[in-house]
């Protein structure tokens, strides 16, 4: 119920309002400013009524025409036009009204800012169009010659361009709330301002002894760039009133020109026309470059803290100056205290010296080649640390395509440089521990297999002599049972270090399981394998109580390599030799067939 109230006061709102500012408006312009031909220098009540239609819903259109078109035959019947012109006049300030709102509604859907200067220029575009059509259309349904569609076009057009915008921003900034947010002082600037764009106003065109039409210039010029477009729109308006005024009463320069009435209008008009198109978008130019200002800043600010937080800053050399600059980021990566002069060899003499070599020729590379360049380095900072920096960047080029700059940036690594290292050694670990007997630390069955793999491929491909030979600790179950099992882990663990410690350095032994060995020998003849073979047996028998452990004996399987297509078919060979040992007394070697 509510909304359907607001609706239906609305309903008669805007056309009251219409019909009410669209009437005072025509009626002090009539009597203030009226000029040859009885067409006012500044139509206000077309500026008025296009910005009640741009600030009003859709709906209630169609009932604001009809009272603007009402309001506007009986204001231009009471100033003495026929019924037919004054209809005509109606007619033609309607259909501006109508073909201006219809191009601001496709070229800025959205809603017309004056923040924007390609919004200002299509609302200029918008009025002068729609004046032009209107002059059209009021000379044709009058018969009327090229000076009443001139006079008629720039009336229109000013009372457009110099109405519309103060009355948009005004209204815009009340339903924002924004004249709240502004404070008493810029309130009272924005005040001081307009009364001094008046007082230069009112110099300049109520007297002609000095000229000084330049004066309204400055001041809206100096109001536009205070307050923006607000400034400008509210500082041409008051201009153009007074100007309007003092000049149809006779006072300031313009009446003092030695041209026809109707030429000295044109005069008044042209130069209203100018100061608006020179300083409304120069407003928005203004509240332009303020928003990049402030975005700027904003992006620097953000990029300075990601530069912070990334442990990034920034250089570039000048190749032409031969110098370099840093950013803060840079500063505090080398240890530098920010604002330290820095050259060119002494930011290369932070670098260690084989880095600062690599460095200098990626760079010369770089600069010759014109291609993108990377590098990492270690510095060392003035207190002695050390850090690991990597740098990335371009070449810059002038027109001519030479090099003279070199942009890049440095990223401090350190900790990434470390962790790398930590993992690396988390995997080298975890490496060894997959491929170490955790008892004895001989390489365990998988790293043996492996190995044993690799040197039969040598065997295959290249000839390479080889052999294998497993050990089996003779009656180990016995040695658990009487003497315990940890005594039967260090028995295992003995034996490994001494079959180690006997075989050469090409050689391998590794733990198999429980308590089985195999032996590697590589490069070496089946004689010479069976002689270290019988090494490492001896070298294990040889008990000379030192660590007061029981003595061991082992027997061994020996197999050289026949061709075998698999390791699993040697080992299956050495394995068959072994228990041939075994079956023949144990303690011995036993060669495969």
């Not at 139509?43 to 296009?50: E, I, R, V």
């Not at 209809?87 to 923040?115: H, I, K, Q, T, V």
């Not at 497993?470 to 940890?486: E, M, P, S, T």
């Not at 050495?574 to 495969?592: F, I, P, Q, W």
Request: net charge positive; glycine share 8%; proline share 4%.
């Amino acid at each position: 119920m509510i909304g359907s109230l607001k609706i239906r006061a609305g309903a008669i709102a805007w056309p009251l309002l219409t019909a009410t500012g669209y009437s005072l408006l025509a009626h002090l312009s009539l009597i203030a400013t009226k000029g040859p031909e009885n067409i006012a220098t500044i139509w206000p009540s077309s500026g008025y009524f296009l910005a009640l239609l741009l600030l009003m819903p859709a709906r209630h259109h169609i009932a604001s025409f009809a009272a603007m078109g009402v309001t506007g035959i009986a204001v231009n019947m009471m100033s003495g036009a026929p019924p037919l012109v004054a209809c005509s006049y109606a007619f033609a300030n309607g259909s501006e009204a109508a073909f201006a709102l219809w191009l601001l509604r496709r070229r800025e859907p959205d809603g017309l800012s004056f923040m924007a200067p390609r919004a200002v220029g299509n609302f200029c575009f918008a009025a002068l169009s729609g004046s032009f059509l209107s002059g059209v259309l009021a000379t044709l349904l009058t018969g009327a010659g090229l000076g009443f569609f001139l006079s008629w076009t720039t009336t229109v057009a000013l009372g457009l361009l110099i109405i519309t915008p103060p009355i948009i921003i005004l209204t815009r900034m009340i339903q924002s709330r924004a004249m709240a947010r502004i404070d008493f002082r810029s309130k009272l600037e924005a005040a001081g301002l307009i009364v001094l764009t008046a007082l230069a106003a009112v110099i300049s065109f109520s007297q002609d002894h000095f000229p000084l039409s330049f004066l309204p210039y400055m001041a809206v010029v100096f109001a536009a760039y205070r307050l923006g477009p607000f400034g400008a729109a509210s500082g041409i308006l008051v201009v153009a009133l007074i100007a309007a005024m003092l000049t149809a009463q006779g006072l300031g320069p313009i009446p003092e020109i030695e041209a026809s009435p109707t030429a000295r209008v044109f005069f008044l008009q042209f130069y209203l026309v100018a100061m608006l198109f020179m300083v409304l978008p120069l407003a928005a130019l203004l509240v332009l470059r303020q928003r990049l200002a402030k975005h700027l800043a904003q992006s620097n600010r953000w990029l300075v803290e990601a530069q912070a937080a990334a442990h990034v800053g920034h250089w570039r050399v000048d190749l032409l100056r031969s110098t370099i600059q840093w950013s803060d980021q840079t500063y505090r990566i080398h240890g530098v205290e920010q604002g330290t002069p820095v050259t060119i060899q002494s930011s290369l003499a932070c670098y260690f010296p084989e880095d600062a070599i690599r460095v200098q020729r990626t760079l010369a590379r770089a600069a010759k080649e014109g291609r993108p360049f990377e590098y990492q380095g270690r510095i060392r900072r003035p207190d002695g640390s050390v850090r690991h920096v990597k740098s990335h960047g371009s070449i810059e080029r002038d027109a001519d395509g030479r090099a003279i700059g070199v942009f890049g940036t440095a990223q401090d690594v350190t900790q990434t440089v470390e962790n790398a290292r930590m993992l690396e050694q988390a995997r080298h670990t975890a490496e060894q521990a997959a491929n170490t007997d955790m008892l004895t630390g001989l390489p365990n069955r998988r790293h043996m297999l492996g190995f044993l793999d690799q040197a039969l491929r040598a065997a295959q491909e290249d000839g390479a002599p080889l052999a294998v030979a497993i050990l089996d600790i003779d009656h180990f179950k016995q040695v658990n049972d009487r003497y315990g099992h940890a005594t039967g882990d260090d028995v295992i663990r003995r034996v490994g270090e001494r079959a180690r410690a006997a075989l050469r350095k090409d050689d391998m032994v590794g733990r198999f399981g429980g308590e089985e060995y195999v032996c590697v020998f590589q490069g070496t003849s089946a004689l010479a394998a069976e002689l270290a073979a019988e090494r490492v047996r001896r070298a294990i028998k040889n008990d000379d109580d030192a660590d007061d452990l029981p003595a061991v004996t082992v027997s061994v399987g020996l197999a050289v390599y026949a061709g075998e297509d698999s390791v699993e078919e040697l080992l299956h060979r050495a394995d068959k030799a072994l228990y041939s040992a075994k079956r023949a007394g144990r303690n011995r070697t036993g060669l495969a067939a």
